[in-house]
């Protein structure tokens, strides 16, 4: 039977920057990877000519199609408005609280995805630095069954300066041999300014050994280090 494995990515470059991988790792296990896409209305594209909200965000989904097709990864989008649609800026979307109403507009798409579909684990962010947007999906992750594992990542580049997290099951991804389909994966997204992000991404690979993951859920460690083959279980 084919394991079924959901990451939960806020933006359309997410799991590339935190978890490419790990990724790469589990569908060369043979693992049918899904990824949802949460926030997909956006006008942030700092490598690109325009912030017009319709534009960025086709230029935004296209990029992650063709991130998509490379990868392997079974693609599914929702259509929420990112934090800057909505009236947050670079500072004011760090650290700040998720509207209500966004919260529960994450969890009813995730919750359907799930119904639908079933998976096996999920792979949520942490909400490492504090993106609203993170938070949101976070917390919609937050309100799946218990029995179903999930276990967040680190997000980046958000998560590089941060002290580990208090509690929890540590999981560490060996990804040294994974790099360079991780550094492809990056580079689906020129719009993100992936060049810039490269850099970060691999002074957290250095530091840490890989690419982490956080549970409080013994099976869902279990589970990731038995697919991946290469995930090493750390106590805290």
Same mark, same amino acid.
């Given at each position: 039977?084919?394991?079924?494995?959901?990451?939960?990515?806020?933006?359309?470059?997410?799991?590339?920057?935190? =978890?490419?991988? !790990?990724?790469?790792?589990?569908?060369?296990? %043979?693992?049918?990877?899904?990824?949802? !896409? &949460? &926030?997909?209305?956006?006008?942030?594209?700092?490598?690109?000519?325009?912030?017009?909200?319709?534009?960025?965000?086709?230029?935004?989904?296209? /990029?992650?199609?063709?991130?998509?097709?490379?990868?392997?990864? +079974?693609?599914?989008?929702?259509?929420?408005?990112?934090?800057?649609?909505? %009236?947050?800026?670079?500072?004011?979307?760090?650290?700040?609280?998720? /509207?209500? @109403?966004?919260?529960?507009?994450?969890?009813?798409?995730?919750?359907? +995805?799930?119904?639908?579909?079933?998976?096996?684990?999920?792979?949520?962010?942490?909400?490492?630095?504090?993106? +609203?947007? $993170?938070?949101?999906?976070?917390?919609?992750? #937050?309100?799946?069954?218990? /029995?179903?594992?999930?276990?967040?990542?680190?997000?980046?580049?958000? #998560?590089?300066?941060?002290?580990?997290?208090?509690?929890?099951?540590?999981? =560490?991804? @060996?990804?040294?041999?994974?790099?360079?389909?991780?550094?492809?994966?990056?580079? $689906? &997204?020129?719009?993100?300014?992936?060049?810039?992000?490269?850099?970060?991404?691999?002074?957290?690979?250095?530091?840490?050994?890989? /690419?982490?993951?956080?549970?409080?859920?013994?099976?869902?460690?279990?589970?990731?280090?038995?697919? !991946? #083959?290469?995930?090493?279980?750390?106590?805290?």
């Amino acid at each position: 039977m084919i394991t079924r494995v959901l990451l939960l990515s806020p933006h359309p470059d997410d799991i590339a920057w935190s =978890l490419g991988g !790990t990724l790469a790792g589990l569908t060369g296990a %043979g693992v049918e990877v899904w990824t949802l !896409t &949460f &926030f997909t209305r956006s006008r942030y594209a700092p490598g690109h000519r325009t912030q017009d909200v319709e534009h960025v965000s086709a230029v935004r989904a296209a /990029e992650e199609h063709s991130w998509a097709g490379a990868t392997g990864v +079974v693609l599914l989008r929702g259509e929420l408005a990112d934090s800057g649609v909505r %009236g947050y800026d670079d500072l004011t979307e760090l650290g700040a609280q998720p /509207e209500p @109403d966004v919260v529960l507009d994450a969890s009813a798409l995730l919750r359907g +995805v799930v119904d639908r579909h079933g998976m096996d684990a999920v792979l949520a962010p942490g909400s490492r630095g504090g993106h +609203v947007d $993170h938070t949101a999906v976070r917390l919609a992750a #937050a309100g799946l069954p218990a /029995e179903l594992p999930v276990l967040h990542y680190d997000d980046l580049p958000y #998560a590089v300066t941060l002290a580990p997290p208090a509690g929890g099951q540590r999981v =560490l991804v @060996d990804v040294a041999d994974l790099w360079d389909a991780k550094e492809a994966g990056m580079r $689906h &997204f020129p719009s993100q300014c992936w060049q810039d992000t490269l850099p970060v991404v691999r002074a957290y690979a250095a530091s840490v050994g890989g /690419e982490q993951l956080w549970t409080d859920n013994p099976a869902g460690a279990a589970l990731l280090s038995r697919l !991946t #083959a290469r995930a090493v279980e750390v106590a805290l």
